[in-house]
């Protein structure tokens, strides 16, 4: 059994899939990483909409710019997530932004996007975190209403390949110690 780290570097952002159904007790539990992901003061500010459906798909995949490499990804996975986020929840206290960035919700939902692709990828599936896209009009497309922001879509299925890891920064090149710009 693969320990955390492992589980970490070997996740890969999977554009491809196979024509293959994802379990609904897979699912679940991918959702219940969610469920159990940490949040600013317990808000738990996300919202996750499942769409399995291939016309509900293709009108998310429109919102796409055709330089993205996710595109095909949104129409080819069996289960796209749209992971949402209240505003002016997490980050808040008293009606007022607690930090120096304001709304924390962006922190919270990449804090679940990892879960669910940690997740995803120790029951043998697939993800890739989508971003760019017009949020807007996806938004629209789902219904999600105006006091939430839809933030990523996270096609999701069996990966119909494997996939190399990238290079990676030496710990020493981002590592500062006591103080920005002190080295070991």
Known sequence: MPNQL??????????RYEEKDIPEQDLQQVLESIQWSPSWANTQCWEVVVIKNPGQKEKLQATLNDTNPAKKAVIQSPVVLALCGKTKSA????SQASTKFGDWLMFDLGIAAQS?????HDLG???????MFDQDKAKGILGVGHEYELV???PMGYPAKEASAPKRREIGEFTHYNQFNVRK
């Open 91 to 94: 980050g808040y206290y008293k």
């Open 6 to 15: 492992d589980m970490i570097k070997g996740r890969r952002s999977i554009r």
């Open 152 to 154: 990523a879509l996270i």
């Open 116 to 120: 669910i692709c940690l997740t995803a």
């Open 125 to 131: 599936l697939g993800t890739v975190i989508v971003g």
